[in-house]
Every structure is written in C-alpha cells, then in structure tokens.
C-alpha cells in the first residue's frame, strides 16, 4: 500500500512538472528569436536568462542539491541561478553578447530535464524530498515564472511576438459597484504545519486567527472607467494623496497614468498581450502599490487588509470559512473566474458569477491580484525553507506589500486559500488591481 502511496506521487509529481514545461516553454515559443535578448523592463534579466533559470532551478535542487550530484555543467547552473528582485542592487548591466547562444542553453536544458525527471521518478522521498515537498516547490517557482514571463512579455513591442488576435471589450458596460457588509468574526490565515507540513511555501505557515471587525468592501475590483474618472480629476498631481516615497517615485519616474495606458490622439488604449486596443473601461485596473493608495484615498476609502481580504472571500453568514469563495469545489478556469492561463489579458468585472463569495463578493480570485494595506512579515511560528533559506526572509523588509487573489496568468495551484503573493509599491508591472474598503480607518 505504501508502495503504491509513493508511486502514486511520483507520477503525479512528474505530471504535475510536465504540464508546468509545457506552459513555460509554450511562452518562449511566441518570442520572435531576436525578442528572447530584448530586457523588457529595466530591473529584470533579459528574458534569455529565463530561458535557462527555469531548468537550472529545477537541477540545483533537485539533482545537486537533494542528491548532491555533481555538476553537470557548472557555468549554467551558476550563471543560471538566481533572478533579481527590483528594489535589491543596482540595475544589471550586462549586454546581449555576454549570454550563452539559445541553441546551447536548450541543449542544456534538455539535458537537466533528464536527470530532474531520474530524480523525481527513483529519488528516495525522503530529507528535503519528503512528501515530494522540494519537487512540488519546483513546480510552483517553474509555474511562478511563467506569470512573470507573461508580464515581461507584455511589455515588448508586438512585432516582437508571433502575432495573435487581439480581444477588445471597449464596447462592454461596468457592472454597479456596491459597498458589501462583511460582519466582524474571525478570519483563519495560513497553513497548518502540524496537518500540512509539506504543502506550501515557508510564508504560509502556521495557520493563525485574527478577530476582524466589521467593515464593507466593494462588490468588484477597481475598473478602468473608475480610473479614468481618477485621472480626470487630477489624482496624480495632488500632493495630498500621495505619500512621501510614493510622491517621490511619481515625481522621479514621471507618472501620470497606468504603466498599461497610453494616451494618443486624445483617447486612451490600453496595452493587450498581442497589441493596443481602445481602453476597455470594464476590465479591472493593473497598477501599483503606490498608485492604489492615493486611488484609496481619493475615494475617501482604504485598501484591504490581509485579514480583510480573507474575511471577505472565505467567510460565511453562518461564521464558518470556505475553502474557495464560491465553496469546497475545486477551481475551474472560466467558470469560477480568470485564472489558471484561461486567457492572456483581464476580462470584463462580473463576467463570472459562479465564483462569487458566500457574502456576495465578486472576483476575489482571478482577473488580477489584488493589494492589501498588509506589509508582508512573516506569520507567527515562520521557519525558513530548509532548502531555500532565502525565499521569503530576504522580503522581510518593510518594503513589500501583500496581494491576495490571482490573475489571468496564475496557474489553480495558487489558488489555495494560505498563499500569499508580494510585491514592492512602485512596481507597476504586474498584473495586480485592487477594491477598496470602509472600515473608518482615516483615508
């Protein structure tokens, strides 16, 4: 029966990181070959280097790490290693000619699938292998990644990207928004160490309550129309709603609307995976951190807390918390909302009410994540992963804030209620929105 429990596990390891393959390698495939030299945003690698991080991830834990294996080839698991996080050093300064040419990193890469996959299919399950805990985050950080690529993707000229239709929905009307009544009860964070040892990423643990009081939210994420009534309105010139270092980010980086918009011959477009479309005013926003608190405080409104956040998508009426908002079922891509790489870019607010909460909250996952007023610290009883000591201690810093939710790129894994996304605020590129709420705390 053991046998049968282990081998059970492998196979759904081994499945579970060649479908994770397929997504990554599928984004690499719409680059145009010059394109995968082109560093699209200024704080991240040139998207070569993802090319081989993925892979060289997966060997150093796996194979190196875990079965202390020799190299294989040391220049790539080096080079390949680590990516940058945008507030942490200089800007790199390498130039196209510095990196490996794609013919041989790929033949690496295929090389290290061969021993990733000998080691997931007869590596004893035990140590950092436990319960398939070390290969099972490898999946995750392979899955992490391909988000991160579809935001790098998004921002390189479309000729740089094998064309692809391009879906407009100017012409859709945002739903009403209302403040929903989200009654004061307790809202159950994390993961239990004790019944999931093996399960998530080091943040996540341990499971804890926090007793929330009463507050009301509003009923859809921020839309594109709401924006744009606060960009009419002069938002981002009045002073009041900024605060010091977010003013200064404005002020240094010159912003004046969102990193998606674009304003030409006196209308608005909005920049899709594939191309511009007329901005549509019913999908949610995407902007940073910074620009989602000066939005809360023009509304005269907060952004979430993380307790907050959970109360308002997992609580009941009845005081009991769900496992998803729309109940115990398991996530369905375009059903429940849109997540899990159903589609490239947001769609309209409300387009999936299967996946409303039991207090009548829509989209609490899917179609972008979602800030919270939350700096992100660790849960009481954090230890560092025994084999990535650095994975959530390093954000620790007081400079990063907590999302909740899921994008259009997020694959189901992360839809699990403990896991916790993190970002710094003057990072406008990833595909994070917001909803506000009234809990009286001062604007």
């Not at 699209?40 to 079965?67: K, S, T």
């Not at 660790?378 to 810093?397: H, I």
């Not at 916790?420 to 709420?437: D, E, G, I, K």
Request: charged share 25%; net charge neutral; aromatic share 12%.
């Amino acid at each position: 029966m053991r046998r049968d429990s282990t081998r059970g596990r492998r196979e759904s390891l081994a499945a579970d990181l060649l479908t994770a393959r397929r997504e990554t390698d599928a984004l690499f495939a719409r680059l145009t070959p010059a394109a995968l030299l082109a560093r699209p945003i200024a704080e991240r690698h040139r998207l070569v280097f993802y090319l081989g991080h993925l892979d060289a991830f997966d060997w150093n834990l796996l194979v190196r790490d875990c079965l202390h294996a020799p190299p294989r080839h040391p220049e790539f698991e080096r080079l390949f290693a680590f990516g940058i996080d945008p507030v942490h050093g200089d800007l790199p300064r390498d130039t196209a000619s510095d990196w490996p040419a794609a013919a041989a990193i790929r033949q690496w890469v295929a090389a290290a699938r061969v021993d990733v996959d000998q080691a997931v299919a007869t590596a004893p399950l035990t140590g950092w292998l436990t319960d398939g805990w070390a290969a099972r985050l490898a999946v995750e950080h392979r899955l992490m990644h391909a988000e991160t690529l579809a935001y790098l993707l998004h921002r390189l000229p479309p000729s740089s990207l094998h064309p692809q239709p391009v879906t407009r929905h100017d012409a859709v009307t945002p739903p009403p928004v209302s403040l929903v009544d989200v009654p004061a009860g307790r809202a159950t964070l994390g993961l239990a160490r004790a019944d999931a040892p093996y399960a998530g990423w080091d943040n996540e643990y341990d499971e804890h309550a926090v007793d929330v009081p009463a507050f009301r939210i509003q009923s859809h994420k921020v839309t594109n129309a709401d924006w744009a009534r606060f960009v009419e309105a002069g938002g981002y010139r009045d002073d009041a709603l900024w605060g010091d270092d977010d003013r200064a980010w404005r002020d240094r980086e010159r912003v004046e609307h969102p990193a998606f918009w674009t304003r030409r011959d006196g209308r608005w477009w909005w920049r899709g995976m594939f191309g511009e479309v007329p901005l549509p005013p019913a999908t949610p926003v995407y902007v940073s951190h910074a620009e989602a608190r000066a939005y809360a405080r023009w509304r005269g409104l907060s952004l979430p807390t993380e307790a907050q956040w959970h109360r308002a998508a997992y609580a009941t009426r009845d005081g009991h918390e769900r496992r998803f908002p729309w109940g115990d079922g398991p996530p369905v891509a375009g059903l429940h909302g849109n997540f899990g790489f159903a589609h490239d870019d947001p769609t309209p607010v409300g387009a999936h009410p299967a996946g409303r909460s039991a207090l009548g909250v829509d989209e609490m996952l899917g179609n972008g994540w979602e800030w919270t007023d939350s700096p992100f610290v660790p849960f009481p009883g954090f230890a560092p992963l025994p084999f990535y000591q650095g994975y959530s201690a390093d954000f620790f810093d007081g400079r990063h804030f907590v999302l909740k939710g899921a994008s259009p790129r997020t694959a189901t894994a992360f839809l699990r209620r403990s896991f916790r996304n993190w970002f710094q605020p003057h990072y406008p590129h990833v595909y994070a929105t917001l909803r506000c709420v009234d809990d009286g705390r001062p604007a």
